[in-house]
Nanobody, 124 residues
């Protein structure tokens, strides 16, 4: 079971990026996939999660980020628009049976198959 995040890069404030989370060794159809990020000097936090047709977002990204899945490609995406410098972080994806707890303090114990992450840098 492996997840690989990709799609990060350098973008100016107000710009957009689309991150991909590709799964191998298991099928995403029946799993929840969460996106998380860790900014320099800060703790990792939950950003968004998708489980079936249900999506969740942390307050700071609502209206700007959109999570989606392509079951045929076994991939989950995070479309990030109107990026801000405070979105700068390494972004990770991970899996769990449900999205419950993705934004709580125990998500590192609930979610697994963490990949290496992809760096997003937003310049002002």
């Amino acid at each position: 079971v492996q997840l690989q995040a990709s799609g990060g890069g350098l973008v100016q404030a107000g710009g957009s990026l689309r991150l991909s989370c590709a799964a191998s060794g298991f099928t995403l159809d029946y799993s929840a996939i969460g996106w998380f990020r860790q900014a320099p000097g800060k703790e990792r936090e939950g950003v968004s999660c998708i489980n079936g047709g249900r999506t969740r977002y942390t307050e700071s990204v609502k209206g700007r980020f959109t999570i989606s899945r392509d079951n045929a490609k076994n991939t989950v995406y995070l479309q990030m628009n109107s990026l801000k410098p405070e979105d700068t972080a390494v972004y990770y994806c991970a899996t769990a049976p449900t999205c419950t707890g993705y934004s709580g303090i125990y998500f590192m114990d609930i979610f697994d198959s963490w990949g290496q992450g992809t760096l997003v840098t937003v310049s002002s």
